[in-house]
């Protein structure tokens, strides 16, 4: 089962819910989730200095056959 139908039916048994504390589980869920993606920090200017210690001196040159 792809993620997508998956998705859509739990989009139709949702909008056939009746029951309150169900919905209201369904939105502590919905509210975990999201707190996890506002976790993520922006990425910061040079974080990676240091990790490359070697660049051959052809880098930039295209390779043959790449024109």
């Given at each position: 089962?792809?993620?997508?139908?998956?998705?859509?039916e739990?989009?139709?048994?949702?909008?056939?819910?009746n029951?309150?504390?169900?919905?209201?589980?369904?939105?502590?869920?919905?509210?975990?989730?999201?707190?996890?993606?506002?976790?993520?920090?922006?990425?910061?200017?040079?974080?990676?200095?240091?990790?490359?210690?070697?660049?051959?001196?052809?880098?930039?040159?295209?390779?043959?056959?790449?024109?």
């Amino acid at each position: 089962m792809s993620i997508q139908v998956l998705k859509l039916e739990l989009i139709q048994w949702i909008l056939l819910l009746n029951d309150t504390q169900l919905l209201k589980e369904i939105q502590k869920l919905k509210e975990k989730s999201s707190e996890k993606t506002n976790v993520l920090k922006p990425r910061q200017f040079g974080c990676g200095k240091g990790i490359f210690t070697y660049v051959a001196d052809d880098f930039d040159e295209t390779p043959p056959g790449f024109e």
